[in-house]
């Protein structure tokens, strides 16, 4: 069982130069990050396993890798609306956007009313959500 300092731990210990500059380039502001890629990630987040609590304290940190962490490990048919409607408004950079969107709420049971909410929102980031959830839908409809 992962606890959210061995994942804080894991990020520091993986941290790639290279990916930190390509972030500062990228002049993103309120978050950091350690640059790791999200191959890195994806297959550290499946030594995890789901963990809807762990996802939710790795959401309150403000590293990118954290947060996309979290949207890898979140148990999608526990969340809540009111989960969604917060975290939403923190996915300003449009890489935290994608993983939140195909990560976690490509898999949540109500996408099709999500995606229908948002789509017609005057939020920005809803707006930009919406479009990538019904990306998510066609994507999984193969009929």
Sequence with gaps: MFSKRDVLNYLNENKDERGIKHWENAGVKGMSSVGIGV?????????????????LELWDEPIFESKTLATLIDNAKIITRQQINQQVQE?????LSHAYCNYLLAKYPAITTLAEEWIKSVDVLEKRCGFQLYYQIANNNKK
């Design 39 to 55: 191959t890195k990630l994806k297959a550290f987040a499946k030594k995890i396993g789901k963990n809807h609590q762990l996802a």
């Design 91 to 95: 996915v300003n950079f449009w890489m």
